[in-house]
């Protein structure tokens, strides 16, 4: 006769998972995990996210909390590592008083998290993660992803490139090295061979994450004369290649394309006409974010507290704040009016959607999100003393996704140009 043997430390796992699947008493407070990154190079990116947390917090205790309970967000700092990311996530999810995450800004991140969530029974939101892998081959139940990914925001590029400048044929493409720079790679060239398969790809440069000199790279650019230069660098990374590759005129000899580059437009003259946009819709100056007192009121107290206005990472932390305070109050309203278990907080999160500051956030049956593409070129502004966002387009975040089940590069393979006829044109969103 065989016999269960089972660790203390198993038994104590079991029993918490199956008391916080209960459940539960109104808490005096909700406690929440952030995730991002507060130090290093990437903090440039990330402290942005923690600050909207932030100013979040605030907003919704001010407005009563969610259900009469305020909010308390403890905030972790990415740069410490997968190991130390993990193991802090796992210490947080241990407590009964959190019951979602919202995790994390690395891909590297989301994908080790990923599945300690599926363990644990944590609703995670991933609020940055823009890996297409992370709902690739697998199933996840309580991770949610509203905020778009890799698929739609980098054909989104390739497409308004072509729209604006049908001619091209030389394109140049530096990203940072590691799987977000080598993933949008793959979908860039894949989004060409679809759209304009006679585009030659000139030169694929991969610069360390941190790098503090460009010039080899700009070097390299500048002769390979492309017509069009693809860019996902991003953070402090972004800011120290564009003002070495400004003196320098690269930005103007050849059509830049900076796909995070509305996060360095307040603190750096971009030349007029750069391609620019932001991973999905979190544009503060968009015509629909405008159009909403709430954004604007957000924007305008962000800028009070923190000096300067929001960048699209401080919009999708907010949006992310948005989707888990409707969850909440979703699974308060089918229970009865019962504070929900974690449980009843994933089912609420399932294909859930509802507004936000600069859209709406819907996802799918495999818990990814369907997100708009915004993208436009930089041009002065009347109000502000920096560059803004022109000649934008908005594109249906769901008509770039690869279908659910179906390999996203197989599927960009099966575009044609005839694709980009059925797309809006450039300007139509202003």
């Given at each position: 006769?065989?016999?269960?043997?089972?660790?203390?430390?198993?038994?104590?796992?079991?029993?918490?998972?199956?008391?916080?699947?209960?459940?539960?008493?109104?808490?005096?407070?909700?406690?929440?995990?952030v995730f991002t990154f507060?130090?290093?190079?990437?903090?440039?990116?990330?402290?942005?996210?923690?600050?909207?947390?932030?100013?979040?917090?605030?907003?919704?205790?001010?407005?009563?909390?969610?259900?009469?309970?305020?909010?308390?967000?403890?905030?972790?700092?990415?740069?410490?590592?997968?190991e130390g990311v993990i193991?802090?996530?796992?210490?947080?999810?241990?407590?009964?008083?959190?019951?979602?995450?919202?995790?994390?800004?690395?891909?590297?991140?989301?994908?080790?998290?990923?599945?300690?969530?599926?363990?644990?029974?944590?609703?995670?939101?991933?609020?940055?993660?823009?890996?297409?892998?992370?709902?690739?081959?697998?199933?996840?139940?309580?991770?949610?992803?509203?905020?778009?990914?890799?698929?739609?925001?980098?054909?989104?590029?390739?497409?308004?490139?072509?729209?604006?400048?049908?001619?091209?044929?030389?394109?140049?493409?530096?990203?940072?090295?590691?799987?977000?720079?080598?993933?949008?790679?793959?979908?860039?060239?894949?989004?060409?061979?679809?759209?304009?398969?006679?585009?030659?790809?000139?030169?694929?440069?991969?610069?360390?994450?941190?790098?503090?000199?460009?010039?080899?790279?700009?070097?390299?650019?500048?002769?390979?004369?492309?017509?069009?230069?693809?860019?996902?660098?991003?953070?402090?990374?972004?800011?120290?290649?564009?003002?070495?590759?400004?003196?320098?005129?690269?930005?103007?000899?050849?059509?830049?394309?900076?796909?995070?580059?509305?996060?360095?437009?307040?603190?750096?003259?971009?030349?007029?006409?750069?391609?620019?946009?932001?991973?999905?819709?979190?544009?503060?100056?968009?015509?629909?974010?405008?159009?909403?007192?709430?954004?604007?009121?957000?924007?305008?107290?962000?800028?009070?507290?923190?000096?300067?206005?929001?960048?699209?990472?401080?919009?999708?932390?907010?949006?992310?704040?948005?989707?888990?305070?409707?969850?909440?109050?979703?699974?308060?309203?089918?229970?009865?009016?019962?504070?929900?278990?974690?449980?009843?907080?994933?089912?609420?999160?399932?294909?859930?959607?509802?507004?936000?500051?600069?859209?709406?956030?819907?996802?799918?049956?495999?818990?990814?999100?369907?997100?708009?593409?915004?993208?436009?070129?930089?041009?002065?502004?009347?109000?502000y003393d920096f560059s803004?966002?022109?000649?934008?387009?908005?594109?249906?975040?769901?008509?770039?996704?690869?279908?659910?089940?179906?390999?996203?590069?197989?599927?960009?393979?099966?575009?044609?140009?005839?694709?980009?006829?059925?797309?809006?044109?450039?300007?139509?969103?202003?």
């Amino acid at each position: 006769m065989k016999h269960i043997v089972r660790t203390a430390g198993t038994l104590m796992a079991s029993l918490v998972l199956a008391t916080q699947a209960m459940a539960q008493d109104k808490p005096e407070q909700i406690d929440v995990g952030v995730f991002t990154f507060t130090s290093g190079a990437p903090a440039a990116y990330g402290q942005p996210g923690a600050q909207g947390a932030e100013l979040m917090v605030d907003l919704i205790n001010a407005a009563g909390g969610i259900d009469g309970v305020p909010l308390r967000a403890t905030i972790v700092d990415e740069a410490q590592g997968a190991e130390g990311v993990i193991a802090e996530y796992r210490r947080l999810a241990g407590e009964t008083s959190y019951q979602v995450m919202i995790a994390a800004l690395s891909s590297s991140n989301c994908l080790a998290l990923a599945p300690v969530a599926e363990q644990m029974q944590m609703p995670t939101i991933s609020w940055n993660c823009d890996t297409h892998q992370l709902f690739l081959d697998q199933q996840l139940d309580y991770t949610f992803r509203p905020n778009g990914n890799t698929i739609p925001e980098f054909v989104a590029y390739v497409a308004y490139l072509l729209q604006v400048n049908p001619d091209i044929e030389r394109v140049a493409i530096i990203n940072p090295d590691y799987a977000f720079g080598h993933d949008a790679a793959e979908i860039v060239k894949a989004a060409f061979r679809a759209f304009k398969p006679d585009v030659e790809i000139v030169a694929e440069l991969f610069p360390s994450l941190g790098a503090s000199s460009y010039q080899t790279e700009v070097s390299r650019l500048s002769a390979a004369r492309p017509d069009a230069i693809f860019s996902n660098l991003w953070g402090a990374d972004l800011e120290n290649f564009v003002r070495q590759a400004q003196p320098r005129g690269l930005l103007t000899q050849s059509q830049t394309v900076l796909a995070l580059g509305e996060t360095i437009l307040q603190r750096i003259d971009l030349p007029d006409g750069v391609i620019v946009g932001m991973l999905g819709d979190g544009y503060w100056l968009t015509p629909d974010a405008q159009a909403n007192e709430d954004t604007v009121a957000f924007a305008e107290e962000y800028a009070t507290r923190f000096g300067e206005y929001p960048v699209f990472p401080t919009m999708k932390m907010a949006n992310s704040f948005m989707v888990m305070k409707a969850a909440y109050e979703a699974a308060i309203e089918a229970n009865n009016g019962e504070w929900p278990s974690r449980d009843e907080i994933a089912a609420a999160l399932e294909g859930i959607e509802t507004a936000t500051f600069t859209g709406t956030a819907r996802l799918r049956e495999d818990n990814d999100g369907y997100v708009d593409q915004v993208i436009g070129v930089t041009g002065p502004s009347d109000t502000y003393d920096f560059s803004v966002i022109t000649n934008m387009v908005r594109y249906d975040g769901e008509a770039l996704m690869a279908p659910l089940g179906e390999d996203p590069i197989a599927w960009i393979e099966t575009l044609t140009p005839e694709f980009l006829e059925t797309l809006p044109e450039p300007g139509s969103y202003n």
